[in-house]
């Protein structure tokens, strides 16, 4: 699945409200919700690199933010990921794509997905992987800046399924801690494949932090395979 646009679908599926080009770099900020939805996306010519990161420094740090870059093997100008490097911008999650077929279904049902996140999904969503106390509005803005499917089971785990024309984007995946080890996260992931292909999708794809060796383990038992990477480089405010 060489075809696979990281870079265009996920920030498509994860949209940041606030977006600048700049020469083909796209500056994302989301209020600091996420290094995802607040980083440049490199994906043009910008002229000379060196002057276009400061420009960036710049714009970040009028925000109070830090400076992070998304880095993908398609980031422009080819070299960028060096020169961060040298400029001493620390390398940071570095982070799988996982890809597979939809086929036939194979989900055992009670997972409810919805069109619209309720406050209990957001609010079990947030306690797992929340990592800012006062960003779940921005967090639900940025969800819902786009059509998704929100699953839920028994209140204890939840995931999310953004339909991309023939790409299902599979995020947000989360279990309460205290019902872990139990196959909540299959059933979930397997509930929104099987919406997916409702929705006219033909294959999905996730992203998972390489460090996360169960998350891994379960997606490559559901017939995952990489199909890229990504990283970010962040210099602090």
Known sequence: MDDLDIDGLVAAAWPAPFSQDMGGWRLRHAEGVTKRANSVLPAG???????????????????????????????????????????????????????????????????????????????????VDGRYPEGLAMAEKILTGVPAGYAMLDGVAVGRGVPQGEWLGIYSMAVAPAARRRGLARRVLRALLDWGREQGCERAYLLVVEENAAARALYGSEGFETAGAYHYRVRRK
């Open 45 to 127: 010519d910008p002229g000379p690199v060196d002057a276009a990161i400061e420009r960036a420094e710049r714009f970040y740090a009028g925000l109070g933010l830090p400076t992070v870059f998304s880095v993908t093997g398609k980031a422009r100008p080819a070299g960028l990921d060096g020169t961060l490097a040298g400029r001493g911008y620390a390398r940071v999650d570095p982070t799988l794509a996982l890809t597979r077929e939809i086929t036939e279904g194979g989900g055992d049902g009670g997972v409810v997905i919805d069109d619209t996140p309720s406050r209990e999904w957001l609010d079990l969503w947030w306690s």
